[in-house]
């Protein structure tokens, strides 16, 4: 399963997936940690959070497809959650 929590900055995004995980165990994908990893280099203009989002949901889903519960904390522009969600099929938790 992939939970996707979205909201804007400062909004508890990643407080929430701590606690979730507590609860239901998983992974936790953290959109700050990401772009120290593997999304490196990118900045903040729409195209760029595009493909973070788009980066997070592959890993999201290839973790999924091997067992694991995953939990995504990061800023998702409303246009953005249609792609991540052709991708993963997640549920959202918008904040």
């Known amino acids: ?7 804007k900055r400062k909004s508890g995004k ?3 997936a ?3 995980q507590e609860r239901m165990g998983g992974i ?7 772009r120290e990893g593997i999304s490196k280099g990118l900045g903040f203009s729409y195209e760029d959070r595009l493909e973070n989002n788009l980066r997070i949901a592959r890993l999201a889903k290839t973790l999924e ?9 990061t800023i998702c522009p409303g246009k953005v959650k ?5 991708i993963t099929g997640c549920k959202f938790i918008d904040l």
């Open 28 to 34: 936790i994908l953290d959109g700050d940690e990401m």
């Open 1 to 7: 399963m992939i939970i996707w929590i979205r909201g």
């Open 65 to 73: 497809s091997q067992g694991l519960d995953v939990i995504v904390a």
């Open 82 to 86: 249609q792609e991540v969600y052709f």
């Open 18 to 20: 701590k606690e979730l």
């Open 14 to 16: 990643t407080t929430l």
